[in-house]
């Protein structure tokens, strides 16, 4: 069974400050997404990463793929509140028809 | 382009009766999954779609059913449904495999009392 933790589980913090989650496995991924959900709604894909040691930024979020391809990691810089949300990690592994997801992390940013 | 559809968005059902949930992906989009989101457990996979064909289950009891019709809509069942079935339902769609990233509906919230 492929498990994916994510740390920290709950973050909260001000405008204007740095953070990282991570995502972390066991198992090799062939890729791993990150995606952000806010209440009531369903998560948004924000970015997916498929060769080890990948980089990819979005405008204030860095996201990078372990080169194992078994762990990941969100930065996201001067955080806003519109940040706020819960980020998870998902993974697809030896069968391409499921996605396994990470545990969550709820960040909170206030003014 | 129109996103993925749930209906519907929320639903209270008493205990032993059986709910339907309806998912209509986007446009193109042949790849459909199921996903049960709870507080406790997260997401959890049910089962994933291609072209009318299960290709993928989760580990939930056999009171748990799904099916995709030929334009890649899809529904899933739960009969008998426990308390612990509450839980916010998603599906996602991809055209063709989750790898590609899945786009998302909003869920069917449903509640059983």
């Not at chain 1, 204007?16 to 972390?24: A, P």
């Not at chain 1, 040691?53 to 078994?70: C, H, I, S």
């Given at each position: 069974?492929?498990?994916?933790?994510?740390?920290?589980?709950?973050?909260?913090?001000?405008?204007?400050?740095?953070?990282?989650?991570?995502?972390?496995?066991?198992?090799?991924?062939?890729?791993?997404?990150?995606?952000?959900?806010?209440?009531?709604?369903?998560p948004v894909l924000l970015v997916t990463v498929v060769t080890g040691?990948?980089?990819?930024?979005?405008?204030?979020?860095?996201?990078?793929?372990?080169?194992?391809?078994?762990d990941s990691s969100l930065h996201i810089t001067a955080a806003q509140p519109g940040d706020t949300g819960l980020y998870l990690c998902a993974g697809a592994g030896g069968t391409a028809s499921k996605l396994t997801f990470g545990t969550g992390t709820r960040l909170q940013v206030t003014l | 382009?129109?996103?993925?559809?749930?209906?519907?968005?929320?639903?209270?059902?008493?205990?032993?009766?059986?709910?339907?949930?309806?998912?209509?992906?986007?446009?193109?989009?042949?790849?459909?999954?199921?996903?049960?989101?709870?507080?406790?457990?997260?997401?959890q996979f049910l089962f994933e779609y291609f072209s009318e064909t299960q290709r993928n289950?989760?580990?939930?009891?056999?009171?748990?059913?799904?099916?995709?019709f030929s334009n890649s809509r899809s529904e899933m069942n739960v009969s008998t449904l426990e308390l612990g079935d509450s839980a916010l339902y998603l599906c996602a769609s991809s055209i063709r495999d989750p790898g590609s990233g899945y786009t998302f509906g909003s869920g069917t919230r449903l509640t059983v009392v």
């Open positions: 069974t492929q498990l994916l933790e994510q740390s920290p589980q709950f973050l909260s913090i001000q405008e204007g400050e740095n953070l990282t989650v991570y995502c972390n496995s066991s198992s090799v991924f062939s890729s791993l997404q990150w995606y952000r959900q806010e209440p009531g709604e369903g040691g990948e980089v990819k930024k979005l405008k204030r979020l860095t996201f990078q793929f372990g080169d194992a391809r078994k | 382009k129109a996103g993925v559809t749930q209906t519907p968005r929320y639903l209270i059902k008493t205990r032993g009766q059986q709910v339907t949930l309806s998912c209509s992906p986007i446009s193109g989009h042949r790849s459909v999954s199921w996903y049960q989101q709870t507080p406790g457990q997260g997401l289950k989760g580990n939930f009891p056999g009171r748990f059913s799904g099916r995709q």
